[in-house]
Each structure stands twice: as C-alpha cells, then as structure tokens.
C-alpha cells in the first residue's frame, strides 16, 4: 500500500549555472548566489491500495518521474510525508550498473545487488533469470559482445526475477522481440493476480483504460484529476487542445 | 501469511549517519560486487592480469632507488623504507581518487534508483585493500632480498593497514562529496595529494628536514603518523609505542567520524542535483 500525506518536491536551481569550485568561491565571496525555487511535486496527497493498477498520465515534465522518484526512494521529499508498506521495485533503470567487461553471469549479480538483493537471492534465482533472458551460451561472454537488445533483455530478467509488492513502470516495456515482450507482460500480469501494485506511467491513453481502475493526472506537479480512470482521461483529454 | 513487510515512512527515518550505516550494511553484496568488479576489470583485458599490480609499485621503487639511493646513502635497505612508503601512499591517493570517480559514476544511477550512497567509497577502500594485499607479496620479496627479514612486529600490521583504511575512508567521503558538486574538485584534490606527498617522508629520510623544523612538518601530517604505524613494524621491526598507536588512532577515528558526517548530511541532495 502506498500513502502520500501532501508531498512536495523542490528543486533550489541557481540562476546561473556554476560549473566550478572557483566560479562558486568567487561567487560566494561577492555574496551574488541567487536560487529559484522550482516545485516538481506540490501538494500530493494519494492512497493506493494493495493490488491496485494505478495510472500516472501527464505531460513531459509534469511531475511523473519525480512521484515515482519519490516512491522508490530515490529523492526524500522536501515536504510531507510518503508512506509505503512493501518492496518497491522500479523498472525504470534496465541492466543498471552493467560492465562490459564482466560476462552476463557476473553482471547478474552485480545489477542484482544493485537493486537491493543478497548474494543468496541471487544465487537461487540464477537459473531462472538466465533462462528468462534466454541468451544460451553468451550468458558467460562478456556484456560488450551483446546486442542492445540483448542487454535489454538481461537487465529486465534480473529485474522481474522477484515479485515485489509495488511495481513502477515507466513505459520502459518495449524491449525485445514480440516473444520475449509476451514473456514479460505475462510475468508482470501474473505479478498482478499475485497481488502487486502497479503504477503505470504511460501516455498510451488506451492502454491507461484497458489495465488501469484509478488513475491520476498530473500537471505542473500537482494533481489535476484523480479518481476512476474514465474521469481521469476525460478530463485529460478535455485539457488538450 | 504473517510475514511482516518492510514498510518505508520518510517521516520515521532516523538521522541521516545512521540510516546509511544501517543500509551500507545491508548492501554489503553489493559493495562485495563493486570491489570483485574493480579488481577483474582491471585484469581482465591485461596481459600480466594480477601481476600488474605488483609491479606497478614496485617499478616505482626501482626507479626512485636507482635515482635516490646514492642521494640518501646513509639510509639503510632503502628499497624497503621507500617501498613500505609507497605502498601506504599509493593505497590512500588511490582509494580517496577512487571514491570520487565512483560517485560520479555511481551518481547517474542515483537519479534512478535508490543505493546507499557510501557504497561506493567503502568499495573503493575495499579495492584498494585487495590492491594492498596483493603489494605485500613483491614487498615481502624485496625484504628478503636486503636483507631485512620480517620480524615478529609484523603481526601488528592488520591494525595499521585498517588505520589506514578509516582514515582513507574518511577523506573518500568528505572529497567525494565535495566533488559531487564540483567536476573540479577532483583535479584540485590531485594537485593536493601530490604536494601531500611530498610532505610525507615516503622518498626521503626524516633526517632531511631540519629538526627544528621537524616537530610540526611531521607532527601536523596526518598521513605522517598512520605511515609511520605501517612502515615501524616492517623496517624497524619493532612495535610503535603505545602514544603512537593512540595518536594514529585518533586521527583515523576522528577523519573517519568528519568524512561520514559531511557526505550523509549532503547525500540526500545528490539526487537532487540537476
């Protein structure tokens, strides 16, 4: 379940960008630092309940990445408070952390931990996740002898290899040939009947209505709509010129 | 049934220095694959593969030997008090650089996902702690081959090495963090170790500088005290004394204390960064 009591996310951006410790100095000494403040999140209060497939729509640069941010942990909101009980896994950063040197087998494990699993987890899921990935023999080669799609598949295998109980998806999903995206739709669909929250970025409006209940639209980093996903994008769709 | 999730409340976080011990510690995996990562890597396209690390200091003390000895004449099995200085230089000036290249690096991925943002100084101490290790070898060889057998003292080296390590760990943290908001901060710092070093008895006999003078070049060198834990037990082949060990202590504790201070306190803007 995921609560967020009046979040706020604020940027403090320089007026102009200083690029060096000298420049900073210098500007410091002169006492000429002057910030504006930019509010990604304002005011988000949302309750997602277990199990739920929630929608996120927006424009670019509306807020999306930053909730989401702020729900896998990554930014500590500036204001309110999130609350969330259960793993997070977010599918947004595939093959995370992947060397090319290291074969595919070493970066399992090294994109595994990265996103929070023990040696153990790993290992007992290895079998699984390179079957998944379905690379044969280059699993033991190293990752710069891949094609991207390869990696691709590699990076989306160890992220799906734990069914977590809130599960971010960034319109990340177009990875692979047909075959391998029916694999993945299946798992992430059976993660779904097995009780894991989604919350699904996406400007596919269709798609928002086909596997989404609730949805919330976001617009200068606050919510303009929240609720059904019918009234969501109606009133979406009605901003549009 | 009846397992307890973990739930995540940002209200309820404790203080930032105790929130990213609790989770380096919980990603200790990861940092074991960050440093089995830095050291395969480093072998794994070159054709000496681990053997380069040897000779790399090594080559260094051939060269300042053949260059220095007849300088430094009065110094005994100089290959020895140069080598065991290196060595520990060479650990700080490459863990401390290393932490900060790290979290540059490591800094992308932090916009994406959520790590512990200490893992990547600790793995760098951890790299070059194996780096260390791996440089006893060839030293050892080299005590040998002058003549300067090692003594029963040498059991007390795993204190000094992790002196060091605090203490490098430590400085990682403040400069990384420091440079996490300025590119050029990273080549500051270089200009730094460099005339750093050549602050630190590691070419030259302490003899060199005059002794008035003495007492504060050495006594205000951090790096002055933890050296001389490293090198005391190999060359001289006696313990350090007891104030010395405290001393080194101290400085190790307290860098260590500062750095994880500082870099906790700003970690949570590194995701903020723009």
């Given at each position: 379940m995921i609560r967020l009591e009046q979040v706020g996310v604020r940027y403090r951006v320089p007026h102009e960008r200083i690029d060096t410790?000298?420049?900073?100095?210098?500007?410091?000494?002169?006492?000429?630092?002057?910030?504006?403040?930019?509010?990604?999140?304002?005011?988000?209060?949302?309750?997602?309940e277990q199990g739920e497939v929630f929608g996120v729509i927006g424009r670019n640069g509306a807020g999306k990445s930053t909730l989401l941010k702020v729900i896998s942990r990554v930014l500590h909101p500036t204001h309110g408070r999130v609350w969330i009980r259960?793993?997070?896994?977010?599918?947004l950063e595939l093959g995370a952390g992947f060397h090319p040197e290291l074969t595919g087998l070493e970066n399992v494990f090294l994109n595994g931990t990265l996103l929070g699993r023990s040696q153990r987890e790993i290992t007992e899921r290895?079998?699984?996740?390179?079957?998944?990935?379905?690379l044969g023999d280059f699993i033991e080669a190293p990752i710069r002898t891949y094609s991207s799609g390869m990696v691709a598949r590699l990076g989306f295998a160890v992220a799906m290899a734990w069914k977590p109980d809130v599960l971010l998806l960034d319109e990340v999903l177009a990875v692979g040939d047909a075959a391998f995206q029916s694999k993945c739709t299946e798992r992430i669909r059976s993660y779904r009947e097995g009780g894991t929250t989604v919350l699904f970025v996406t400007h596919d409006l269709g798609a928002l209505q086909t596997l989404c209940q609730r949805a919330i639209w976001i617009d200068h980093g606050e919510i303009q709509c929240i609720g059904p996903t019918a009234e969501v994008v109606s009133a979406y769709a009605q901003s549009r010129p | 049934m009846g397992e307890t999730l973990a739930i995540y409340d940002s209200d309820r976080r404790p203080s930032p220095m105790v929130e990213e011990f609790i989770q380096a510690v919980r990603y200790r995996d990861l940092i074991r694959q960050l440093v089995r990562r830095d050291v395969l890597t480093r072998y794994k396209r070159s054709v000496l593969g681990v053997a380069w690390t040897m000779l790399t200091p090594l080559g260094m003390?051939?060269?300042?030997?053949?260059?220095?000895?007849?300088?430094f004449q009065t110094t005994r099995a100089y290959p020895v008090y140069l080598l065991s200085g290196i060595i520990a230089w060479t650990f700080l000036s490459q863990t401390t650089t290393s932490a900060m290249s790290q979290l540059t690096w490591g800094g992308i991925l932090l916009h994406r996902i959520y790590l512990p943002r200490t893992t990547f100084a600790i793995a760098s101490v951890g790299t070059g702690l194996v780096n260390l290790l791996l440089s006893l070898v060839p030293f050892g060889l080299v005590m040998a081959i002058t003549g300067n057998p090692l003594r029963p003292a040498a059991v007390l080296l795993p204190v000094s090495i992790l002196l060091l390590a605090l203490f490098a760990l430590g400085l990682g943290l403040l400069?990384?963090?420091?440079?996490?908001?300025?590119?050029?901060?990273?080549?500051?710092?270089?200009?730094?170790?460099l005339g750093w070093m050549y602050l630190t008895p590691i070419i030259y006999p302490e003899s060199i500088i005059p002794a008035a003078q003495r007492w504060w070049i050495l006594g205000l060198n951090p790096m002055y005290h933890l050296l001389q834990m490293f090198r005391l037990p190999l060359?001289?082949?006696?313990?350090?004394?007891?104030?010395?060990?405290?001393?080194?202590?101290?400085?190790?504790?307290?860098?260590?204390?500062?750095?994880?201070?500082?870099?906790?306190?700003?970690?949570?803007?590194?995701?903020?960064?723009?």
């Open positions: 410790f000298k420049e900073y100095a210098i500007r410091r000494l002169r006492g000429r630092i002057s910030h504006h403040e930019f509010w990604a999140l304002r005011d988000i209060s949302l309750q997602i259960g793993t997070v896994a977010p599918l290895l079998d699984s996740i390179v079957e998944f990935a379905g | 003390m051939l060269v300042l030997t053949i260059v220095f000895s007849n300088l400069v990384s963090s420091l440079a996490a908001y300025f590119p050029d901060i990273a080549e500051m710092y270089q200009i730094l170790l060359y001289e082949g006696h313990w350090p004394s007891l104030e010395r060990l405290a001393l080194a202590a101290a400085i190790a504790v307290v860098m260590f204390v500062i750095g994880w201070i500082v870099f906790t306190n700003r970690a949570d803007e590194f995701a903020y960064r723009v």
